[in-house]
């Protein structure tokens, strides 16, 4: 499985992003798909994530209420929309695709796009 994330850039506060990945390869047996941050320094955090099948999603508290994730039509797409962006925001943002549940041990990773939020 191949991940490919576009969408990343430098916004102001209050402003609003959507990131996007598209997964390739042997996509039918994926269970979950989602997104992770990354700031140097710290440990790669959860950021939201949703169930292929079910469409059940998870929200890290730092951004419930802002963020969004969804599916495409085929299942092979993720998005994350990002509103009410605060500097704290601001990290390398990581697609993640797993056969089970999305986690830091997932084995598919995209390569990560910059997210910058200034005050």
């Known amino acids: 499985v191949h991940l490919v994330e576009s969408g990343g850039g430098s916004v102001q506060a209050g402003r609003s992003l959507r990131l996007s990945c598209v997964a390739s390869g042997y996509t039918g047996s994926l269970n979950c798909m989602g997104w992770f941050r990354q700031v140097p320094g710290k440990e790669r955090e959860t950021v939201a994530y949703?169930?292929?099948?079910?469409?059940?999603?998870y929200y890290a508290d730092s951004v419930k209420g802002r963020f969004t994730i969804s599916l495409g039509n085929l299942k092979t797409t993720v998005h994350l929309q990002m509103d009410s962006m605060k500097p704290d925001d601001s990290a390398v943002y990581y697609c993640?695709?797993?056969?089970?549940?999305?986690?830091?041990?997932?084995?598919?990773w995209g390569q990560g796009t910059q997210v910058t939020v200034s005050a």
């Open positions: 949703i169930y292929t099948h079910s469409k059940s999603t």
């Open positions: 993640v695709a797993d056969r089970n549940t999305c986690n830091s041990g997932s084995p598919y």
